[in-house]
């Protein structure tokens, strides 16, 4: 039987994000045997073995001077659990990506829905590329957390109604706000991820400065800490060089 609104789970907040690796094929030797091929041809299948931290130089070479392809032969999948909001700036994102979210069409869509936590900045001060966030007040902070959470309820109270009358979920889905949580897997290479964090981190190693809005920083700051582990070299070399993708 479809559900009545008595059935409906009680609507949960969050403030966080989270992006976890689930499957990888990435290394730093991934980028070396790659790029040895141009002048070695089958020898640079020696490179699979080899320590790459003794080819450090080269990698830097490949990140300075921009020839990218190299850091393309490797490949990581995120399970990531984010506003939708966060997923349609993701979506910008289409070379080097691949993208499979949920789907409110065939499954019934839960009731987790997202209110900024008290550290993040509320307010928007100057012209549009030219402006900075900075702090809310208490009064703004509850405003915002009244109002979000008393409007995500009552969304989701129509969307159960509409459930509950037979109403199609591909249907019913449109009354839900762009703060509901969805989840999708995430794959890329580290050359396409390094163009996303280009654009969507703020550093203070960037050449080019960037102005992400902070949902989507916080998925890709969490993606980054995942590669950095796997792939120290590059990420070094991706730091050093101005946090430019190649």
């Not at 399970?79 to 909001?85: E, G, L």
Request: glycine share 6%; aromatic share 10%; proline share 7%.
């Amino acid at each position: 039987m479809p559900p009545t609104p008595a059935d409906s789970a009680e609507p949960e907040f969050r403030s966080d994000v989270t992006a976890d690796l689930v499957r990888s094929s990435a290394q730093d030797s991934d980028v070396l045997w790659a790029a040895r091929v141009s002048t070695l041809g089958e020898q640079s299948l020696e490179e699979l073995s080899k320590d790459p931290e003794r080819s450090k130089g080269l990698i830097n070479f490949l990140m300075r001077d921009r020839h990218g392809s190299p850091f393309e032969h490797n490949s990581m999948t995120f399970f990531i659990s984010a506003p939708i909001f966060v997923f349609r700036e993701f979506m910008r994102h289409r070379v080097g990506w691949s993208y499979n979210e949920e789907s409110g069409r065939y499954r019934e869509l839960r009731p987790v829905f997202y209110v900024p936590g008290p550290d993040r900045k509320l307010v928007q001060e100057g012209r549009p590329g030219k402006y900075v966030f900075v702090e809310g007040t208490d009064k703004q902070h509850q405003v915002v957390t009244e109002g979000m959470e008393s409007s995500y309820r009552r969304a989701y109270e129509e969307y159960q109604t509409m459930l509950a009358a037979g109403v199609a979920r591909e249907v019913a889905r449109s009354v839900l706000p762009v703060g509901l949580y969805s989840s999708m897997y995430a794959t890329c290479n580290a050359r396409s991820l390094m163009h996303f964090l280009g654009l969507r981190t703020q550093h203070e190693m960037a050449k080019v400065p960037s102005f992400p809005q902070r949902e989507i920083e916080m998925v890709g700051e969490k993606m980054e800490e995942h590669w950095a582990r796997l792939m120290p070299l590059t990420h070094a070399a991706f730091n050093a060089n101005g946090r430019i993708a190649p």
